[in-house]
């Protein structure tokens, strides 16, 4: 059974295009997270919410519009695509209750902007 | 610079060798986790790190949090290809947020 899963796995589009990618846990976790990894392996949190509030905004342009329709859910919104968003972006999920917050990563979704 | 460095950034050794992974922090390390990363995939989590001192082990994969809490290391004891990937090093900086560091390549050549 698929923990976190990730939609699309490749996504490839042009310049100014908007596009989405989905991101559903099952694992019954309340906080769910939006990395971004660059072409040097960079990985950067994004975003993060806790049963569906925002908790973490990193410094993020304003295209970027995350979504939490529920715990187990959490998109990523991108609107008027550029090169340098180009990268891929990994969702995650944790339980707060513990204290050591072990965050299950997605696959990833691996964006091309052309 | 970055919050938290990695060195060395890549690393080639030979199957059935030791190797060492090391990872500084620019301020004080209260939860140090290390991951693995396959290409194509996403983060497995390996262990978790929190006192000063502290050592875990996983088969042959031993981390360490040095006593000053700056520092953490990464040990894999006779290497196997399967033991190829990108580790990452992240740190807890509080509310759940954790920041990495760049990643260290590991080849392991048969």
């Known amino acids: 059974d698929t923990a976190v899963s990730q939609t699309p796995k490749y996504l490839v589009t042009q310049m100014g295009n908007d596009k989405s990618i989905k991101c559903e846990q099952n694992?019954?976790?309340?906080?769910m997270y939006w990395y971004k990894q660059d072409s040097k392996k960079f990985l950067k949190i994004m975003f993060s919410y806790n049963n569906k509030e925002l908790i973490i905004n990193e410094t993020v342009p304003n295209r970027f519009s995350p979504k939490s329709p529920d715990k187990a859910h959490l998109n990523l919104h991108i609107n008027s695509l550029e090169l340098g968003d180009s990268a891929v972006y990994f969702c995650?999920?944790?339980?707060?209750?513990?204290?050591?917050?072990?965050?299950?990563f997605g696959p990833g979704t691996r964006l091309t902007v052309t | 610079s970055q919050e938290l460095e990695q060195s060395p950034q890549s690393l080639i050794v030979q199957e059935g060798k030791n190797l060492t992974i090391n990872c500084t922090s620019s301020?004080?390390?209260?939860?140090l986790y290390w991951y693995k990363q396959k290409y194509g995939e996403g983060l497995i989590f390996l262990m978790m790190?929190?006192?000063?001192?502290e050592e875990k082990s996983h088969e042959k994969i031993t981390a360490k949090l040095d006593e000053k809490k700056q520092q953490s290391s990464l040990h894999i004891t006779a290497s196997q290809p399967s033991h190829a990937g990108i580790y990452l090093c992240g740190a807890d900086r509080g509310a759940q947020k954790l920041v990495f560091g760049q990643g260290t390549r590991l080849t392991i050549n048969p």
């Open positions: 995650a999920s944790s339980a707060s209750e513990l204290l050591s917050y072990e965050q299950y």
């Open positions: 301020k004080t390390l209260y939860g």
């Open positions: 790190l929190q006192k000063g001192g």
């Open positions: 694992l019954g976790h309340d906080t």
